[in-house]
C-alpha cells in the first residue's frame, strides 16, 4: 500500500477548496481538484475515497477550526464576558474573511452531505451554541449581564441571525461588506443582554 504524503494531502484540500468556492461543488470533477493539486487523478483516491468525503474533510475542518477558536478564546485569562462575547463574533467573521473560498463553501455546500445523510453537523453546531452560551451564563453569574434573559432562546437567536447574514453574504461576496456587518452587530448583541 502507497504511504500518504500530507502535503500532497494539503494540495489536494486547497485545490478542492479553490475548485468548490468558484464553481461549485456539483459541476466540480476530481479530475480538476487533482490537476488542479499537481497530482494524478488515481492517486487523489488514495487520500479522498470520493467528491463527498473531500467536502466533509473541508466542512469539518471549518467547524473544527472554530471549536478550537471559540475554546481558546473562553479560556482567555483576564476577558470580561462581553470582551468574550465580541471575541466569539469576530471568530466568525475572521474565519470568513481570512479564507472567503472556505467560507462559501462552509455556507453553501454542507446542507449536501447532511441531507444525503453522510454527515449531520447539528452536534457540532450545538457544541459552539453552548460555548457561545458558557459566556452568556458567565456574564448573567458576575451580574455583567441581564440575568433575565433566557440562554437558549438568545443563543439559538444570535446563530440563526448570524448563518442568515452569512448565507446572504455567500451569495453575494462581492455586495456585501462583512466588516460592517461584523461592526454593526456587536452593539446590537451586547445592548440586547446588558444589564
Do not use: C
Not at 480538476?32 to 473541508?58: P, R, T
Not at 481570512?98 to 467560507?103: E, K, T, Y
Not at 457561545?132 to 451580574?143: F, L, N, P
Amino acid at each position: 500500500m502507497r504511504k500518504k504524503d500530507p502535503e500532497k494531502q494539503e494540495a489536494i484540500l486547497h485545490s478542492a477548496v479553490r475548485i468548490f468556492a468558484h464553481q461549485g461543488y456539483h459541476v466540480a470533477k476530481m479530475s480538476k481538484i487533482a490537476e488542479d493539486a499537481g497530482v494524478a487523478a488515481g492517486s487523489l483516491y488514495l487520500y479522498f475515497k470520493n467528491k463527498e468525503s473531500l467536502l466533509e474533510e473541508v466542512i469539518d475542518a471549518t467547524w473544527e477550526d472554530m471549536r478550537r477558536r471559540y475554546e481558546h478564546s473562553i479560556q482567555a485569562e483576564g476577558l470580561s464576558p462581553a470582551q468574550k462575547l465580541v471575541a466569539l463574533i469576530d471568530i466568525v467573521f475572521d474565519l470568513f474573511m481570512d479564507d472567503p473560498d472556505r467560507a462559501i463553501i462552509f455556507v453553501n455546500e454542507q446542507h449536501h452531505l447532511e441531507q444525503k445523510g453522510i454527515v449531520d453537523f447539528s452536534t457540532k453546531k450545538e457544541m459552539l451554541l453552548n460555548l457561545g452560551a458558557q459566556v452568556i451564563q458567565e456574564g448573567v453569574s458576575r451580574g455583567d449581564f441581564d440575568p433575565h434573559i433566557d440562554i437558549m432562546i438568545f443563543k439559538e437567536f444570535i446563530f440563526g441571525g448570524l448563518h442568515q447574514v452569512l448565507n446572504l453574504w455567500a451569495l453575494q461576496p462581492e455586495q456585501v461588506d462583512l466588516d460592517k456587518i461584523r461592526k454593526a452587530l456587536k452593539p446590537i448583541i451586547l445592548n440586547s443582554i446588558a444589564k
